[in-house]
């Protein structure tokens, strides 16, 4: 799937100061991510705070992603969760049409065994009428895909398509490329790692930063696809502070502090997350007066 190559952005679900979707600031990310160069976006990922959004706010940011982004670019949609039941009639009834593929997360809280995380997959494939991206982020699930169980879903069901691979480990990325299909797409699910996986023979990111820097992150990222090695690490270097601040205190309270400095959107959050610190909102501020043209 060439529209699984380059940089994905994992998007903010917006909020406005009386806590609703803002639906203004949404579409603004979406142009400024779209002209910024990133070649697809994935809506309502953990970034987006999805857990915390009700089923019409869930629907209402589909219809404004779809709006704004007007064809231009390919769609991602996050369909996951720890209940497998849940989760394939989520995508027996959901309309996909608009969706390239679906990134689906590894259950979290159950800690399943390999062969659970192997079952659970087995059914989203079948359910899915579209690709079927795997997402591995051991630090928020609190169990680890490894790469065999990665390389057997790939083998056994040819609509799974890719893993966001999100461990930071990047031995277990090298494992990924070897033991996966060649038509199978590892992308990186960490900023930090995103360059190393690329040149590794990964085929991209989605990415966080990304989103607030989208022309330098996307730029770094087709560099280091094109083997410019020299190209893309000075890039890399100038971002990677950055990639180290907006997780100090947690995500997706730094890329918010970045698109409110934009001028794009209000670094709001929703509980149990709380907004970035006075302390952090300055280093994020520091760092990123090179790189931002206010929009507002």
Do not use: C, W
């Not at 009700?54 to 369909?79: C, F, H, M, W, Y």
């Not at 090695?229 to 997780?247: N, R, T």
């Amino acid at each position: 799937m060439k529209e699984l190559l380059g940089t994905g952005v994992a998007l903010i679900t917006p909020f406005n100061e009386d806590g609703n979707v803002d639906v203004a600031a949404l579409a603004n990310i979406v142009e400024y991510n779209v002209s910024g160069g990133v070649e697809y976006l994935v809506v309502l990922g953990t970034t987006g705070e999805s857990v915390t959004l009700s089923k019409e706010e869930k629907q209402l940011i589909i219809d404004t992603v779809i709006a704004a982004n007007a064809g231009r670019l390919p769609l991602v949609l996050g369909v996951g969760g720890n209940n497998t039941a849940m989760v394939t009639e989520e995508l027996l009834t959901a309309n996909l049409s608009a969706f390239v593929a679906i990134l689906s997360v590894s259950p979290y809280y159950n800690k399943p065994t390999q062969e659970g995380i192997y079952q659970h997959f087995k059914a989203v494939s079948l359910a899915s009428p579209i690709p079927v991206i795997l997402y591995n982020v051991p630090g928020r699930t609190g169990s680890n895909v490894l790469p065999e169980t990665v390389a057997r879903l790939a083998e056994d069901f040819k609509n799974i398509v890719a893993v966001k691979e999100a461990s930071g480990d990047i031995v277990q990325v090298l494992e990924l490329v070897k033991k996966t299909p060649a038509d199978f797409h590892v992308i990186s699910g960490d900023d930090i790692t995103a360059l190393s996986s690329v040149l590794a023979g990964g085929s991209g990111v989605i990415s966080v930063i990304g989103q607030g820097l989208p022309n330098e992150f996307s730029s770094m990222i087709r560099f280091g696809l094109e083997k410019q090695v020299e190209k893309a690490f000075a890039l890399h270097y100038d971002l990677q502070e950055g990639m180290q601040l907006i997780f100090e205190e947690g995500n997706p309270a730094g890329i918010k502090t970045i698109l409110e400095i934009a001028g794009l959107s209000k670094a709001k959050v929703r509980l149990p997350l709380v907004e970035a610190t006075t302390e952090l909102k300055q280093k994020i501020e520091a760092f990123v007066k090179p790189f931002i043209k206010v929009v507002a």
